[in-house]
């Protein structure tokens, strides 16, 4: 059964910079992509990082250049490093998992076939 869950939210003041990981487990194929999505209160779940089979990578416009998406593969964790946040990117963050190669496509983010129970984000001065 593949479980994902994810650590290292907090608070973080505006500008500064948090580390979000995502620990893959009970993966039975070796490739797979993942994202991150995230969800404020009010708004709908959104994609803003994705990272394909390949290791390539695409961002939401709203974290381009502040966000990174990677992976380490041999332990199956992935990572989202937040730097210059600002207070509109608290939310609760979540990563996903999607085994099915032709559904990793940056459209199907928020349907991808596994997401982990989130951790939150909170930006304050």
């Known amino acids: 059964q593949v479980q994902l869950e994810e650590s290292g939210g907090g608070s973080v003041q505006p500008g500064g910079s948090l580390r979000l990981s995502c620990a893959a487990s009970?993966?039975?194929?070796?490739?797979?992509?993942m994202a991150w999505l995230r969800q404020a209160p009010g708004k709908g779940r959104e994609g803003i990082a994705f990272?394909?089979?390949?290791?390539?990578?695409k961002y939401a416009d709203s974290v381009k250049g502040r966000f990174t998406i990677s992976k380490d593969n041999a332990k199956n964790i992935l990572y989202l490093e937040m730097n210059s946040v600002k207070s509109e990117d608290g939310a609760m963050y979540y990563c996903?998992?999607?085994?099915?190669?032709?559904?990793?496509?940056?459209?199907?983010?928020?349907?991808?076939?596994?997401r982990g129970q989130g951790t939150q984000v909170t930006v304050s001065s």
């Open positions: 996903a998992a999607e085994t099915i190669l032709t559904y990793c496509s940056w459209d199907r983010l928020t349907k991808f076939g596994y």
């Open positions: 009970g993966m039975t194929r070796s490739g797979y992509c």
């Open positions: 990272i394909a089979i390949d290791g390539s990578t």
